[in-house]
């Protein structure tokens, strides 16, 4: 049983560029959230999807929107990207209380 | 929102000793606190968590207490072994978004 995966692992843009990460859930997970980890820091919360809408939303601007899909699998995109943005953006599942994190993707923004 | 602060943010100890870990919370409404650790360039994994309804847990060598009327928990860990060597983050959570604290390093000296 595949575990969260998530895909780029990594990415380098530019300011001003956008970009797509992609996450696939746990095998019978429907709830997907989204964080932002910067390094040294604890993973911020960015918002999370159930039965394909955003049911929460932390403390980031609108350049950051997402997607679910009716297959459970999600998008994170940011838009007019910042140097600020570069960090590891971890996708979870739940079923229940218990987060599972996958891998990452590391965005880096020159 | 929630505030959820921890300490220290590192923590060096001899290979056998315990190490303990403590975070506080802002909201009386968090109900879940689970307890994280991430090794360098890994995801988070969930390694023990602990409902409102419950005063302590213990899973081999890690144990987490919760005060809810003082709104702190703890992570203990011990007999530590070189292999506990990562950075911990405490979180907690009222309703499956989680709110972390800044990570606790913890280095285990052989």
């Known amino acids: 049983d595949a575990g969260v995966t998530q895909s780029p692992t990594h990415l380098i843009k530019t300011r001003g560029q956008q970009v797509t990460l992609r996450c696939s859930p746990k095998?019978?997970?429907?709830?997907v959230s989204w964080y932002q980890q910067a390094l040294g820091q604890g993973p911020q919360f960015i918002f999370q999807?159930?039965?394909?809408?955003?049911?929460q939303r932390g403390n980031f601007p609108d350049r950051f929107s997402g997607h679910q899909f009716p297959n459970y699998s999600s998008e994170l995109n940011v838009n007019a990207l910042l140097l600020g943005d570069s960090a590891l953006y971890l996708c979870?599942?739940?079923?229940?209380?218990?987060?599972?994190f996958g891998p990452g993707t590391r965005l880096t923004v020159l | 929102g929630e505030n959820v602060e921890q300490h220290p943010s590192t923590l060096s100890v001899q290979e056998g000793d315990s190490a303990v870990i403590k975070c506080t919370y802002s909201?009386?409404?968090?109900?879940?606190f689970p307890w994280y650790k991430q090794e360098l360039g890994k995801r988070p994994q969930l390694i023990i968590d602990i409902r409102s309804n419950v005063g302590e847990k213990k899973d081999q060598r890690i144990a987490v207490t919760l005060n809810k009327t003082a709104k702190h928990f703890s992570l203990h860990i011990t007999e530590t072994q070189p292999e506990d060597s990562a950075v911990y983050f405490c979180?907690?959570?009222?309703?499956?978004?989680?709110?972390f604290g800044a990570g606790t390093t913890v280095t285990v000296r052989a």
């Open positions: 979870a599942s739940s079923e229940g209380p218990q987060v599972f």
């Open positions: 095998s019978g997970h429907d709830t």
């Open positions: 979180a907690a959570s009222n309703d499956y978004k989680l709110s």
């Open positions: 909201d009386s409404a968090s109900n879940y």
């Open positions: 999807y159930y039965e394909e809408e955003e049911r």
